[in-house]
Structures are given as structure tokens and as C-alpha cells.
């Protein structure tokens, strides 16, 4: 038999027992919210702390943005992108202190779906396409987005170098069914113009990586291109030729840009094709400028690219060989992902599947250092980075590797 109870002998709990019960349950609520939150201070690497936001559910607050600058706070690109990321989302909450220096984002779905966005002039549209290329396979719907602005300056990747070089990085994780970018208008510093549409199909998850052969470079291949405008009996014409880029110049800046780089590349490979990609009228956008584009393919795949855009003094023939000799140097640092796209392959590598993928790159940038920290904050994912060739002292290729996390796409569940 059970032993009575004896209720007259019973205590109401003490006004101090509830404070305390009430602390240990706010403090386990804190912890809750701490672990599901990120500080950072500081404007730098802002796009990247957001997408990994984004892709993890964990709300991020940067704050000391520009806090001891002259003119402190967001600048005018940086709240365009915070904006064009609420459009691609439903549900995110974004909040902008009164002075701009700090920045709360909780994150909602990924919705994906048609979309257009005006940038604002101060930066290209790369700023705003690279972080939305890293979180559009993981959409509720495919992508349909249109972003007018500039297409290539001296800050960004280009609309080029993405088309060419970003796009085939994510079909090695198995993303390429309906995965294009169109230029529909090109569009130089200062006045844009330029319009592009960007489509993604959504995946369930991205396979693991497995590549540690860099092969030898067997072609080059780059675009020039050139805008063109000219008064004619007081009618103020725009023609534009788009090897890369020369707004408003001579028709032949084309050719002594691909001429000056050949110069070069003839060198050390007899495949080299550097062509002219043509719009006219509307197509040519607002502003003068030009430009060279360069990627180098190997023998396994692998992509190295340079991009030189025109500033005022500066030839042809400078851009040209500004351009191929960046190119030389990134095939010379080697590994089999090029340093501006360093970051895109090791978040996809995170998001893989529950098995090791490895890649052999070259030494980081600094921004792959920070980015790797950051996986770490968000995702708790550590690299495993070896010398690629440990017999050959003089070789500085890494051979990066780590556990995929199994990310599944749950927004596609949703659609």
C-alpha cells in the first residue's frame, strides 16, 4: 500500500523558489536563442553571413557597420541587396537601426518564383547575383530572376564570368537541368542599362565532390566586348560590340584587345579562340567602357578566369594584357577551382551529402579564410586542409576535405 499523504504538512512554494524556477526557465530560453542566433560586427563579408542565415534558419546581427566612418552606416547597394533578399524569401523579418549600423535578419523560406530588381548604380549586378546563385537551388520554385544595372565593372564578378565560370561550378554538384543566365542588355559604369535574367531549378540536395586532378590547360577562350556611339548629322547613335566591353570607342578596340592578348597566350597554347559578342541600339546600354574577359579549361574540367574592365587613360592593349597576365597568374596558383570561386565550392561541399568531398585548390584568399570560419559558426563543419603534393616543397596546392552535412532542400517539400 502506498504510504498517505499527509496534505496539512504540504508548503506553498516560497516567492524565492519561483524566482529561481523562473530563472533556470529564462535562462534556458536565452540559451535556446543564443545557439539559434550569430553576432558579428563589422561590414565586411556582410553577403556571405546572410546566405549562410539563410540556408542554416539561424538570425544574424551585424552591428559596428561603418561605425567610426565619416558617412557611418549601410551604404545604398547593401540595402538593396537586404531588400532583394526579402523578395526571394517569405516571412524573413529584416531590421535597420535608426543610424544604419546594425542589421537584424531572422530568415524565412526561400520562395524563389519570377522576380525583378533594379540595382543601384553604386555596384554591378555580380554583387547581388553571387549570394543569390549560393541559395537559389534550395528555392520552394525555380528561379526566375531579372536584375538591371550594371553589368561589368572593376569591383565584381561579371555577368560574363558568371555565365561561364559560375554556372558549370554548380554542375559539378549536380545543378544544371534549366540552369542559365541570359544577357538581354549590357550596361557599363556609370549610367548601367544592362539587363540580365538568371534561371535555377531547385534540387533536393547537391552531391559530394571529388576533385583532386587539376589536369593541364588544353584551351582558352574569352569575350570581348565594346560599346560604340558616335554623332552623325546631330543624332546621338550607341552602338555596342560586346567582346567585353568599349562603350562609345572605336569599332576596333575590339581587335587590338583580342591582338594584344594573343601576343601572349600564342606562347603556351595554339587553342585560343577570343571572339566578339555583338548588341546594337537599346542592347548596348547607357555608358561607354570595354572590356576583356578570359577562362582557361583543362584537361579534367577545371576553370581558371580573369577580367580587366577599362578606366580612363588606359589603352586597349592595357586592358588586354592586364587581363591575360591575371589570367597566367591564377592558372599558376592552380588547384582546380580558380580564388574567386573558391567560397561558392566549399559551401556546396558543406551542403553535400553525409560523405567526404574533397577539392584541391590553391592557398586561400581572405576571404575563403573568413568564409571558412564563418561555416564553422553556422554550420559547426571543420575543413581537413593537406598539402595537395607533400613530396613537392615548392608546390603551394591544398587538398581541402570534409564531412556534407546531408542538407536537404525542406522548401521543396513545400511547393
Not at 565619416?70 to 537601426?97: A, F, Q
Request: charged letters at 20%.
Amino acid at each position: 500500500m502506498p504510504a498517505a499523504v499527509n496534505w496539512n504538512n504540504l508548503k506553498a512554494p516560497t516567492r524565492t523558489n519561483i524566482s529561481l524556477h523562473n530563472a533556470k526557465v529564462s535562462s534556458r530560453f536565452t540559451t535556446m536563442e543564443s545557439r539559434s542566433s550569430v553576432n558579428f560586427s563589422g561590414h565586411q563579408y556582410l553577403r556571405q553571413r546572410l546566405v549562410l542565415s539563410i540556408l542554416t534558419g539561424k538570425h544574424v546581427r551585424i552591428d559596428k557597420i561603418r561605425s567610426e566612418d565619416k558617412d557611418p552606416g549601410l551604404r545604398d547597394y547593401e540595402v538593396s541587396l537586404l531588400r532583394l533578399l526579402e523578395k526571394v524569401t517569405n516571412g524573413s523579418v529584416i531590421e535597420i537601426s535608426v543610424t544604419g549600423t546594425a542589421v537584424l535578419l531572422k530568415p524565412g523560406v526561400v520562395s524563389g518564383g519570377p522576380i525583378t530588381h533594379d540595382c543601384p548604380l553604386s555596384r554591378s549586378i555580380g554583387y547581388f547575383l553571387e549570394p543569390l546563385i549560393m541559395i537559389a537551388p534550395f528555392s520552394k520554385k525555380p528561379f526566375q530572376l531579372t536584375l538591371r544595372g550594371i553589368t561589368t565593372d572593376d569591383n565584381d564578378l561579371s555577368v560574363d564570368l558568371i555565365r561561364t565560370v559560375t554556372l558549370p561550378h554548380l554542375q559539378l554538384f549536380g545543378i544544371s537541368d534549366g540552369l542559365e543566365l541570359r544577357i538581354k542588355r549590357r550596361g557599363a559604369p556609370p549610367e548601367g542599362g544592362g539587363e540580365v535574367q538568371f534561371l535555377c531549378p531547385i534540387v533536393k540536395e547537391v552531391k559530394t565532390l571529388n576533385f583532386v586532378d587539376p589536369g593541364k590547360i588544353k584551351r582558352i577562350r574569352g569575350i570581348a566586348c565594346v560599346h560604340l556611339a558616335f554623332f552623325m548629322k546631330g543624332i546621338y547613335t550607341i552602338l555596342k560590340y560586346s567582346p567585353r566591353h568599349a562603350v562609345r570607342v572605336n569599332p576596333q578596340f575590339s581587335n587590338r584587345m583580342i591582338d594584344a592578348s594573343r601576343s601572349v597566350l600564342n606562347r603556351f597554347i595554339p587553342d585560343i579562340y577570343l571572339y566578339s559578342d555583338v548588341y546594337k541600339g537599346d542592347e548596348s546600354g547607357k555608358s561607354p567602357g570595354y572590356a576583356l574577359s578570359l577562362l582557361a579549361e583543362s584537361t579534367t574540367s577545371a576553370i581558371h578566369c580573369s577580367e580587366a574592365v577599362s578606366t580612363p587613360g588606359e589603352t586597349p592593349e592595357d586592358i588586354a594584357l592586364l587581363a591575360t597576365r591575371a589570367l597566367l597568374s591564377e592558372i599558376r596558383h592552380g588547384g582546380c577551382v580558380d580564388r574567386k570561386h573558391q567560397s561558392l565550392v566549399l559551401l556546396m561541399m558543406v551542403l553535400g551529402s553525409e560523405d567526404i568531398g574533397q577539392c584541391r585548390m590553391g592557398e586561400p584568399s581572405v576571404r575563403t579564410i573568413q568564409f571558412l570560419r564563418d561555416i564553422k559558426i553556422f554550420f559547426g563543419s571543420v575543413f581537413n586542409i593537406t598539402p595537395a603534393d607533400p613530396t613537392d616543397s615548392s608546390n603551394t596546392e591544398l587538398l581541402y576535405s570534409c564531412l556534407g552535412t546531408g542538407y536537404v532542400n525542406v522548401n521543396r517539400s513545400l511547393a
